[in-house]
């Protein structure tokens, strides 16, 4: 890739200190921690933030769901989906406790493998402009900023 940057689904930079957490493919128990994850973080929530939209997502995709856990509890989530088309990256979070100390950036590397490994050539992912630690975070991750695009939904 141009500009020294990695590749999809290469490692986007080592951890600056050890770590005590491990990452995994989400499972449908991990639901209710990972719903008080985005709450005490305070993701920016949306009206599939519940048990009924997490259910559906891992139903249609069991790999999209990834999670860091330390000594049982969930730090970390992020949602990396494909539709056949394009990968997107959606709730990277991490639990107060854990930032600042490489996990967000372990998360987008485990999404952007996972991604990569189901054959996705192209990534996106959303990202709330007005979080402006979100916005530092992706600034620094190699990944470029469309400004040539506005985004319309719907529900």
Do not use: C, N
């Not at 008080?36 to 139903?59: K, N």
């Not at 790999?63 to 330390?70: F, R, T, W, Y």
């Not at 949602?79 to 600042?100: F, T």
């Amino acid at each position: 890739m141009s500009r020294g940057r990695p590749a999809v689904g290469e490692p986007t930079g080592p951890s600056p200190v050890p770590v005590a957490w491990s990452l995994r493919t989400g499972l449908p128990f991990d639901i209710d921690p990972v719903l008080r994850l985005w709450v005490e973080s305070e993701a920016e929530s949306t009206h599939t933030d519940d048990v009924g939209g997490l259910t559906t997502l891992l139903e249609h995709d069991p790999s999209a769901l990834i999670v860091a856990e330390d000594a049982g509890t969930i730090v970390g989530s992020v949602i990396a989906a494909w539709d056949g088309w394009r990968g997107s990256v959606y709730r990277l979070v991490v639990a107060p406790s854990h930032r600042r100390l490489g996990l967000g950036r372990q998360l987008l590397g485990a999404a952007e493998a996972r991604l990569s490994g189901v054959g996705a050539v192209r990534l996106q992912a959303i990202v709330v402009e007005t979080e402006r630690k979100a916005i530092g975070f992706w600034r620094e991750s190699g990944w470029d900023r469309q400004v040539q695009r506005v985004r319309f939904v719907r529900g």
